[in-house]
């Protein structure tokens, strides 16, 4: 399996191999990661639904 995994702050090389390792290591942890991720991206990108002036 092929995992690609994106940080948002720079790091060193050091912890970007701890946390490759860990998620090797533990991919029940590394699947809740994606699966928040991508919850987080839909609500960012789904259309939000605009309330019926009543």
Do not use: D, G, W
């Not at 995992?3 to 948002?8: E, G, Y």
């Not at 946390?19 to 259309?47: D, F, G, T, W």
């Amino acid at each position: 399996m092929n995992f690609t995994l994106q940080v948002s702050k720079l790091m060193k090389v050091s912890e970007v191999r701890k946390l490759c390792k860990e998620m090797r290591e533990n991919k029940h942890a590394y699947l809740q990661l994606e699966v928040q991720y991508k919850a987080e991206m839909y609500r960012r990108i789904s259309p939000k639904k605009e309330k019926a002036a009543s």
